[in-house]
């Protein structure tokens, strides 16, 4: 069914290598080196971005369309510039990146899901304010 959506809506993305533009930017992002946005990441990406990354993750599951996504957006770039260097934040289009939604199971975005040493340990279902995703992370980053 994947491939069926994927044949229908196309995919902008290429396939991730070691030289990817996505793990480029976790290196600068962990050597504090980046522009401070938050890495856009795919299905190709997201293992070697996320789950391998030598600092706490945390990924906004987001779509074009969604309203609060579009509310949500302005927090997650806020604190990809306050947490460059000690969090890895990243962005994942869900109607773009079918395989990492279905396998994390998510039914509702926004979602974003906190990772640490390459396990989920906090999930945000719909918009948070910035107050409360930011208690979040600070509670992985201890």
Not at 13 to 22: F, I, L, V
Not at 74 to 95: C, F, M, S, W
């Amino acid at each position: 069914m994947a491939e069926f959506f994927k044949s229908l809506f196309g995919k902008r993305e290429e396939a991730a290598g070691s030289s990817s533009p996505e793990v480029q930017a976790t290196a600068g992002v962990v050597a504090g080196t980046s522009d401070a946005e938050p890495i856009h990441v795919t299905d190709e990406s997201f293992d070697e971005v996320v789950l391998k990354a030598p600092v706490p993750a945390m990924v906004d599951f987001w779509a074009p369309w969604c309203g609060p996504c579009r509310m949500i957006a302005p927090i997650v770039e806020d604190l990809a510039q306050e947490y460059d260097g000690r969090a890895v934040i990243a962005k994942i289009n869900t109607d773009e990146n079918f395989r990492v939604t279905s396998e994390l199971g998510i039914m509702g975005i926004p979602t974003l899901i906190l990772f640490k040493d390459g396990e989920e340990v906090d999930r945000v279902v719909g918009f948070a304010p910035r107050k409360v995703l930011e208690q979040k992370l600070k509670a992985v980053l201890n």
